[in-house]
Structure formats: C-alpha cells, structure tokens
C-alpha cells in the first residue's frame, strides 16, 4: 500500500543493482550545478501542508548531551508522512547542487549532536502522533500499531489498561519509537528478549529519496533490516508495529552487592544463561561511595537483615551490585503471563506473589553476593519500569538535568571484560559519583541478525555504560572537562588494546573510525546508504557521510563499481 515505483529497486539482483547505481550517480554528479538558490528559498517555494517553522528553533540546536548547540534552518511539524517525503523529495531532486539535510529529532535524547540538522531541517517526530495507538489482541500475537514519535511511556500507559505491555525496553521511557528503534533499544529485558529492535514487526519510513515505504521481515526486508539500529541512515520511521505480551501487575525488585569481580560476572553469566524465572537483569559498578545501603534504604528498599546493613561500610572501595527483578500477579488476579504461546495457568512460569517468594529464595541461595547487603522491594510493575523518571524529577528540581550529560557506552566482549575492567576501574575511574555506571551481560543469541547494529563478534557480551553528569561551571574532577578526558581515556585503552569492543550510540570524527567500527559490515552499510540515502540527506549529526565529502566518496563508489 505504501510503497512507491522506485521501490523496486530493493529486490534487484546485486548485478543489476550495481548498474542501476551507476547509472544514478553519473547523473547526479556530473550534473551541472545552476546557480544555487538560497537554503530558505529552496525550502519557501515548496508547496506544502505541513507546518514548517523559521523561528522558535531552539530547542532544535540542543539534545540531552548538552554539549552542541547548532541552529537548523527550519523545523518541520509534519501531520503526516507525506509530508516528511515531500520535503526529503524536494531536497534530493536538487542533487549534489544543495547541501540541505535532514534530521529526525525524537525527544532530542542523543549525546553528541547526533539528531541535529545545521543548516538543514529539523523534524519534530514528537509533535507527530499519526496514527493514533490501535491494539491488537486477538490471536497469540497481540501488537500496537503506533506512530514513531511516540513515547515509550505513553505506550506502557495505554498498553496495561488492556492487560497487556511491549517485552523489552529501555531503562528511561521517555523516548520515542524511532528514536531508540534506530539504535538498538537495551535495558535489563534483553537477555530474555532482546533488545526493542527484536520485537517490532513491520515499520513505515521515509527514505532518503522520499519514498513513502512499508518494510517488514516479509516485505522490503533489507530496508527493514538497514533501519533497525541503522542511526537514521536509511530512512525516518514514521509508524511501528510492536509486540506485546499479557502484563504484570507486580515486581520483585533485589540489589545485592559483590566484592569480587569474577564473582559478580560469573553469577550475572550464570543467571542469563539458566533464565530461572528471571525478567530483569542489569547491574552497576560502585567507586568510593559513602552511605549507599541507607541510600537504598531511603529509595523503598528494605534489607534482608537490618543489622549486618548497618554495619557495613562501602567508603573507598570498588563494588559491583547485581540488580534483579521478577515479575508476578496478585493472587487474586486471573493470570496474564505467556511462556511463549502457553497462557496462564498452563504456563510452567506462570507468577503469583506466593509462587515468585519461593523462586526468588530458591535464585537467592545460589548466588554468591555478600550477604549483608541484599535489598528487597516490591512494586507495581509500572513503577519498576519508569523508575528512572522519578530521579529525573528531582534532578530537574535542583536545576540539574539540563546539564551537560558526556555518556559513554561500550560493548565488552566476555573474553575482554575482565582486563577492561581491571585496567579502567582500578587506573581510570576514580569514583562514580558523577553518574552511575553500568554493567551486564548480554547473549547475542537473542539479537536478531542483518541489522544495521554493531555488536561484539562473541556469544556474551557486557554493556558497560558510563552516565555521567557534568556540574556546570566545574574545575573540578565533576566538571565536562574532567569527565570527557576520563572518558577519552577509555577510549584510547579500547582503541589500543585489541581486545573487540564496540560503541554502542557510537561517536566518531573520521570515516576511518566508523570502517573500522562497522567491520566487516561496512560494505553492507554503504551499500544500503547508497541504496536508500545516496545523496547523504539524512541524519548528518552521526557525522558518518559529511555531505561536502559525500560527491568524493560518491565518485570513489562508481569506480569501484565500474570495476
């Protein structure tokens, strides 16, 4: 229904296709460029429904790292996808004479400038709420068809009142579809199933020609595949189709601390391997941190054995808290779990509270935490989800969200994860009270292959996130300065020692950076990129394709081609 006459292109055989390609940059870059119209008169002149604004741009040259601030031209409002195409389309019939971009902007969470437009147009994919949710329920696979610009939370909301919830998340939900569909989507969830490109269906985007496509695992399945953790490279998602599953109403929340780290590691392996009732898994590195039980104590967590908390001290030593959730039903509640197609009570992993206390005891006893600081809570499911949402409202009433936000986050191997950790826990980081710092395992086995996204080449891997805050106007060790060398650092050991890690969000300055991060994908990449954004309109801010050097790479593409 969506799809447009050149869409044919993406079922050619490669032969054909290289042809095609030829034929289309020959065209494209030996055109002779006229004389120029100004950005704003080429945008002006368009004949167009949507509201294109020049002013109030603001918040548009910002996103959540803080650290960039570039103007658009102008900032699109689009009431529908057609007018996202009709403005992509104006821009690349103008060829390599314009050097217009654009960008989606979701709810402008990036770090490193990554879904700004300089220059170029601004999409507020927030402001766009077409088609409005529409549930499915009937069958085994129930699903949401929602707009890509909607938030996270705002689905969870109107998911539970129909008994039902998407299967994996991130650990912050107010963020939208195509915002965290077009990096990977990751929170404690993934290693049970996977991460949030795993569980869409079928997506409508944008390409960076304007066609206006619908792309699945049975249609257009290479575009689909391109635009799952494809950094806006391919096209702008404008609709998705999410799984869902019968939600809980319950979860089962526990924190407990190790010393050791091979301890930790081997206990977070064991438990995403076994599943063992398990829903949620993510854990944390602690530096030199003072009072944390009474901090947890403080935050609803009430520990095992109030005595022994007491007494122990985490001030200048290096920690790792394992962090678990289950979830479960009241026991007056009919059930609405699924363990795979099987519905409650014909589910082996079907939970009530009596059945999860029993589990959680049973998980407890194998593992090897120092006993005196395991913590306990018990919430409502939505709650445990938007967690994070509760430390930004009072971040945010101490002025201390809208800062600077220098994140770094890397994919560890499982072969490298102990000599990355030794070497930047004990030499690098000093202490983690700029932000936490993530760490869990992950297993690829779960992760649906062909996707645009990067991974370690091994079976486990470990997210490792560090999510520092940067107090505005310090000199000091909490200061942006500090922090980007901290990090700089890292990355200078990751770059150095050869030991398979990747970025996931990736930032890099130089194509030679993103070959080499991309690997043995990287033709892949191009070829997509060449297919489906050959003249570099989209997502500029990755800084993967800087279109002034595009009509370069372009060139060096036909030669090898004509080869």
Same mark, same amino acid.
């Given at each position: 229904?969506?799809?447009?006459?050149?869409?044919?292109?993406?079922?050619?055989?490669?032969?054909?296709?290289?042809?095609?390609?030829?034929?289309?940059?020959?065209?494209?870059?030996?055109?002779?460029?006229?004389?120029?119209?100004?950005?704003? #008169?080429?945008?002006?002149?368009?004949?167009?429904?949507?509201?294109?604004?020049?002013?109030?741009?603001?918040?548009?040259?910002?996103?959540?790292?803080?650290?960039?601030?570039?103007?658009?031209?102008?900032?699109?409002? *689009?009431?529908?996808?057609?007018?996202?195409?009709?403005?992509?389309?104006?821009?690349?019939?103008?060829?390599?004479?314009?050097?217009?971009?654009?960008?989606?902007?979701?709810?402008?969470?990036?770090?490193?400038?990554?879904?700004?437009?300089?220059?170029?147009?601004?999409?507020?994919?927030?402001?766009?709420?077409?088609?409005?949710? +529409?549930?499915? +329920?009937?069958?085994?696979?129930?699903?949401?068809?929602?707009?890509?610009?909607?938030?996270?939370?705002?689905?969870?909301?109107?998911?539970?009142?129909?008994?039902?919830? *998407?299967?994996?998340?991130?650990?912050?939900?107010?963020?939208?579809?195509?915002?965290?569909?077009?990096?990977?989507?990751?929170?404690?969830?993934?290693?049970?199933?996977?991460?949030?490109?795993?569980?869409?269906?079928?997506?409508?985007?944008?390409?960076?020609?304007?066609?206006?496509?619908?792309?699945?695992?049975?249609?257009?399945?290479?575009?689909?595949? =391109?635009?799952?953790?494809?950094?806006?490279?391919?096209?702008?998602?404008?609709?998705?189709?999410?799984?869902?599953?019968?939600?809980?109403?319950?979860?089962?929340?526990?924190?407990?601390?190790?010393?050791?780290?091979?301890?930790?590691?081997?206990?977070?392996?064991?438990?995403?391997?076994?599943?063992?009732?398990?829903?949620?898994?993510?854990? @944390?590195?602690?530096?030199?941190?003072?009072?944390?039980?009474?901090?947890?104590?403080?935050?609803?967590?009430?520990?095992?054995?109030?005595?022994?908390?007491?007494?122990?001290?985490?001030?200048?030593?290096?920690? @790792?808290?394992?962090?678990?959730?289950?979830?479960?039903?009241?026991?007056?509640?009919?059930?609405?779990?699924?363990?795979?197609?099987?519905?409650?009570?014909?589910?082996?992993?079907?939970?009530?509270?009596?059945?999860?206390?029993?589990?959680?005891?049973?998980?407890? =006893?194998?593992? #090897?935490?120092?006993?005196?600081?395991? @913590?306990?809570?018990?919430?409502?499911?939505?709650?445990?989800?938007?967690?994070?949402?509760?430390?930004?409202?009072?971040?945010?009433?101490?002025?201390?969200?809208?800062?600077?936000? *220098?994140?770094?986050?890397?994919?560890?191997?499982?072969?490298?994860?102990?000599?990355?950790?030794?070497?930047?826990?004990?030499?690098?980081?000093?202490? +983690?009270?700029?932000?936490?710092?993530?760490?869990?395992?992950?297993?690829? #086995?779960?992760?649906?292959?062909?996707?645009?996204?990067?991974?370690?080449?091994?079976?486990?891997?470990?997210?490792?996130?560090?999510?520092?805050?940067?107090?505005?106007? #310090?000199?000091?060790?909490?200061?942006?300065?500090?922090?980007?060398?901290?990090?700089?650092?890292?990355?200078?050991?990751?770059?150095?020692?050869?030991?398979?890690?990747?970025?996931?969000?990736?930032?890099?300055?130089?194509?030679?950076?993103?070959?080499?991060?991309?690997?043995?994908?990287?033709?892949?990449?191009?070829?997509?990129?060449?297919?489906?954004?050959?003249?570099?309109?989209?997502?500029?801010?990755?800084?993967?394709?800087?279109?002034?050097?595009?009509?370069?790479?372009?060139?060096?593409?036909?030669?090898?081609?004509?080869?």
């Amino acid at each position: 229904m969506f799809i447009s006459q050149s869409n044919k292109l993406f079922s050619l055989k490669p032969l054909v296709f290289k042809i095609l390609v030829v034929v289309l940059l020959s065209i494209t870059i030996n055109r002779e460029p006229c004389a120029t119209p100004t950005r704003r #008169s080429l945008l002006e002149t368009m004949l167009f429904e949507g509201n294109l604004s020049f002013n109030n741009m603001e918040h548009a040259s910002r996103d959540f790292g803080n650290r960039y601030h570039l103007m658009p031209l102008a900032v699109l409002y *689009p009431k529908s996808a057609s007018n996202i195409a009709h403005i992509i389309k104006h821009v690349f019939e103008q060829g390599l004479s314009s050097d217009l971009t654009v960008a989606a902007r979701g709810h402008g969470h990036s770090l490193e400038g990554q879904a700004l437009a300089p220059g170029g147009v601004v999409v507020d994919m927030e402001s766009y709420k077409s088609p409005a949710m +529409t549930f499915h +329920t009937a069958g085994k696979h129930p699903y949401v068809d929602v707009s890509a610009g909607e938030l996270w939370i705002n689905i969870l909301h109107e998911s539970v009142k129909r008994g039902l919830t *998407p299967k994996s998340w991130t650990d912050y939900l107010h963020l939208t579809v195509g915002g965290t569909l077009s990096n990977a989507g990751i929170s404690g969830q993934a290693f049970r199933h996977g991460p949030q490109i795993n569980n869409v269906y079928r997506l409508r985007v944008v390409t960076g020609r304007g066609d206006v496509v619908s792309c699945s695992d049975e249609e257009n399945a290479d575009l689909f595949n =391109a635009v799952l953790g494809g950094l806006g490279q391919f096209g702008i998602m404008t609709e998705a189709r999410i799984a869902l599953e019968p939600a809980p109403t319950k979860v089962k929340w526990m924190r407990a601390l190790y010393s050791d780290f091979t301890t930790f590691t081997n206990d977070q392996e064991r438990l995403i391997s076994s599943g063992k009732g398990l829903d949620y898994l993510e854990g @944390f590195v602690v530096i030199n941190r003072s009072g944390l039980l009474n901090n947890w104590r403080l935050s609803s967590f009430n520990p095992k054995d109030a005595a022994q908390a007491q007494e122990f001290r985490s001030e200048g030593r290096i920690l @790792f808290c394992l962090e678990l959730a289950m979830y479960f039903n009241k026991e007056d509640v009919e059930a609405v779990r699924f363990c795979g197609p099987l519905p409650f009570p014909t589910c082996p992993r079907a939970h009530t509270r009596r059945f999860v206390m029993q589990e959680v005891d049973s998980l407890l =006893a194998e593992l #090897s935490y120092i006993r005196s600081t395991l @913590f306990v809570s018990e919430v409502p499911y939505v709650d445990f989800l938007d967690r994070v949402h509760v430390s930004e409202m009072k971040l945010r009433e101490n002025q201390l969200w809208d800062v600077p936000h *220098p994140w770094l986050n890397l994919l560890v191997p499982r072969s490298s994860i102990h000599g990355f950790a030794h070497q930047v826990f004990n030499n690098i980081v000093k202490d +983690t009270s700029n932000g936490p710092v993530l760490i869990y395992p992950l297993n690829k #086995s779960r992760w649906r292959n062909g996707t645009s996204l990067v991974t370690p080449e091994e079976e486990v891997f470990y997210l490792v996130a560090f999510l520092s805050s940067a107090v505005p106007s #310090s000199t000091g060790r909490d200061g942006l300065d500090a922090i980007v060398a901290r990090n700089r650092r890292i990355v200078e050991f990751v770059g150095g020692s050869n030991l398979g890690i990747k970025q996931y969000l990736p930032h890099y300055s130089t194509t030679h950076e993103w070959r080499a991060h991309f690997g043995s994908k990287w033709e892949v990449f191009l070829r997509r990129k060449m297919l489906y954004d050959p003249l570099a309109i989209l997502a500029p801010g990755q800084r993967i394709f800087p279109k002034p050097n595009f009509k370069n790479t372009s060139k060096s593409i036909l030669t090898r081609l004509h080869t």
